[in-house]
């Protein structure tokens, strides 16, 4: 069985803060001090639009359920975007081009991560004009070190745990669709 994962959302009350956090953590990965298996930052400037930057990710899988977190956290056309853009920038584009948009969008929208709507709501909710939030997968093993370092600096932090067989069923899709893209 898969190594259980969490979601954790640290939401910090500005922009800089979170680009702060976003580098400490880069730079714990590259010199393998810390293993995500994707993360990003989200940011709601002042005049209520939200964006993607910074993204990250080891992991397409992971990279995809955080692109359409953010789908459902900033809307239709965000959930397309964010989904696109996080897969194409872990993929380099090839397989974000071959599952199509708007399917993967879908996909991550259903219900089938289990990811309860009022953890949604709640994470929107803490989302106000001028903060940003770091969004990030963790395996079970790296999530204490994730939470020390985001903890102290953030306003709130939000947390999903993704139970083994959820991880198991969906990391198995989605190399399932690789290899079929690959026969194609």
């Known amino acids: 069985m898969k190594a259980d994962k969490k979601l954790i959302i640290a939401v910090y009350d500005n922009e800089k803060k979170a680009q702060e956090e976003f580098d400490i953590l880069f730079s714990k990965e590259k010199k393998d001090e810390l293993d995500l298996s994707a993360y990003t930052v989200i940011t709601k400037k002042e005049n209520g639009k939200t964006e993607l930057h910074d993204t990250v990710g ?4 992971w990279g995809a359920v955080i692109g359409g977190l953010v789908m459902l956290l900033i809307g239709p056309f965000g959930a397309i975007y964010g989904a696109a853009l ?6 380099a584009g090839s397989m974000a081009a071959s599952i199509g948009v708007g399917a993967l969008a879908g996909w991550l929208k259903s219900d089938a991560l289990n990811i309860p709507i009022d953890l949604i709501k709640d994470i929107k909710d803490s989302l106000k004009p001028g903060s940003s939030a770091i969004v990030a997968v963790a395996e079970e093993d790296w999530v204490d070190d994730v939470e020390r370092l985001l903890k102290p600096n953030s306003e709130m932090m939000h947390e999903y745990q993704f139970n083994g067989s959820v991880v198991e069923k969906f990391e198995n899709d989605w190399k399932e669709h690789h290899k079929q893209e690959i026969v194609e």
């Open 58 to 61: 080891r992991d397409a899988f």
């Open 86 to 91: 996080f897969t194409a920038e872990v993929l």
